[in-house]
């Protein structure tokens, strides 16, 4: 279980250095201005992500716990 919570505290850091990231960045990797609407864009993409990563998370706890019985 230590594991475990070291993956989830690592995850839970990276995703807020790329939320700070997304938040300071002026122009992205093409080229274009970031305006609110597009870091909000930006925002909700990664969120998409953590939420998966949160999914993905909670499976492997799932099969984790059930193994340790």
Not at 5 to 28: C, E, H, M, P, S
Request: charge should be positive.
């Amino acid at each position: 279980m230590k594991i475990w919570w070291g993956v989830n505290f690592t995850w839970l850091i990276l995703f807020a250095i790329g939320t700070i990231y997304l938040l300071n960045r002026k122009i992205d990797g093409a080229g274009a201005v970031q305006s609110p609407q597009i870091r909000m864009v930006s925002l909700a993409v990664l969120g998409g992500f953590f939420i998966f990563v949160c999914l993905c998370q909670l499976i492997v706890l799932f099969f984790v716990k059930r193994r340790n019985k």
